[in-house]
């Protein structure tokens, strides 16, 4: 009886292991406005780091880095970049998950009402 609460509490903790997630509202196909830096943040494993990677190709890839806190959260601010005129991916990366969006544009955004 003890080993099967112990391996229903087991599951039960590891069920609960943070996965990575970002807290802004990016998609595929997005438009990110050019000229103004980027605020990311989100969740993730406790005490890791997460890694941004922005690049059409490996050779025009700018990679960022941040810390996760204790309580799992990150921030990270991407400096502001000029207009892209070739679509990219966002990538975002921790020791056991990822995130990618691609096809992004830095460009104008405009509100149409």
């Keep these: 009886m003890r080993y099967a ?3 229903l509490l087991m599951l039960i903790c590891l069920g609960g292991i ?3 997630s970002v807290d802004q509202p990016i998609m595929n196909d997005m438009v990110l406005q ?8 989100g969740k993730s494993k406790p005490n890791g780091k997460v890694k941004i990677n922005i690049g ?4 025009s890839e700018h990679i ?10 990150w921030k990270i601010t991407i400096p502001a970049h000029a207009a892209s005129f070739h679509a ?3 990538s975002i990366y921790s020791y056991t998950d990822s ?3 691609n096809n992004l544009l830095w460009e ?3 509100d149409w009402e």
């Design 64 to 73: 960022y880095v941040t810390a996760v806190n204790n309580k799992g959260k």
């Design 18 to 20: 943070t996965q990575l």
């Design 99 to 101: 995130i990618v969006y």
């Design 88 to 90: 990219f991916t966002l």
């Design 108 to 110: 104008d955004y405009r």
């Design 34 to 41: 050019r000229g103004k830096p980027l605020l990311l943040s």
């Design 5 to 7: 609460l112990l391996c």
């Design 56 to 59: 059409v190709t490996q050779k």
